[in-house]
C-alpha cells in the first residue's frame, strides 16, 4: 500500500520536473526566474526548471522562489516592504495576483521592476498569456493611472541587466494655436522622453512648453501645473491646476481645450479627454465649455 501512494504521489509530482528542454508553443526553450540586480536598476534572469502548465500551487511555488530570491549575491528579490501576493486565481489564460496594501507604497522602480519580473516569469507558462494585478481585490493602477489588467512581455521595455529608465524618442503631433488664436494648427515634433513615462502625458507637457515656430501661439497658461494624467477605458484624464482657468490666454476657450484634447486623441490609442481642474469637472470653461463629460477632437478648430 505505501508503495502504491509513493508511485502516486511521483506521478503528481512528474509534471513539475519538466526541465528547460520543454518545448514551449514548438519551440525548445529555457525556463528562468527573474530577480533584480543589487543597483536596483534592472532585471536579470536565473535558470530554473519549470512545468509547462500552471496551477495555482505551480504559480504559488514560483512566487516563493522569487520571494525568497537567489542563492547568489548579486541577485536579489523584486518583492520588497512587505509586498505579498494574497491570492491567485484564472479567468481562462488571464491569471489574477491580488496583492496587499503594502504593493501602493512601493517607489516608481520597484514597482516596474516586480511588475516587469511577475509578468516576464509567469507567462512563460503556455496557459498563461496575460497576468493582471489586484490591490485587496480592486483594480490596481501604476504611478500614471493605468489598471494592470491584461499585461503581457510587450508591455514592459525589455531592461534586463540595463536601466529601466530608458530614453525613447516620439514623434508627436501637436495642436497650438494660429496667430490670431481662433485656429489650431498642427505642427510636429522629435521628443525624446523617459520610458517610464506616458505618450499621454508627455503630450500635456510638451503643450505647456508651447511652440518655437512663428506664427503658433501657446495654449495653456505657462503657470499652469499638471497634477495627474491617467488613461482607463479608452478614456484619458487630465487634472490640471487652477491656473489653468484663472490665468489669462492669448487663445480662445476652444482652442485652448480642444489643443488638448486633439493632441492627446492624434498620438494615443483614447477615444476622448476628460478635464479637470484640480480634481473637479463641475467647471464651466471660461463661461463657454462645459468640462463635466469628456469631450471627443474637433477637427472643424484646425486650419487647413
Known sequence: MRKKIMIMVFALLLPLLVGCTAKKNGQDVEDFVMYKNIQNDGLIKEEHDLPRLATKEVVKEVLDLMNKGSVKEEFESVFQGGVKVQNISFERTNLYLDFNTKYRKMDITSEVLLRSALVQTLTQFENISTVSFTINEEEAVNTDGRTLTNMTNNDFVQNIGSSIHSTLTAELTLFYGNEKGEKLVKTSKSVKYNS?????KLVVDQLLKGPK????????????TVLNVTVKDKICYVNLSESFITSPLKVSPEVCVYSIVNSIIENSTVDKVQLSVGGDTNVLFQGIIDLNRPLSS???????
Open 196 to 200: 517610464n513615462s506616458t505618450i499621454e
Open 298 to 304: 474637433r477637427q472643424d478648430l484646425v486650419k487647413e
Open 213 to 224: 515656430k512663428k506664427g503658433q501661439e501657446a495654449t495653456i497658461p505657462a503657470d499652469t
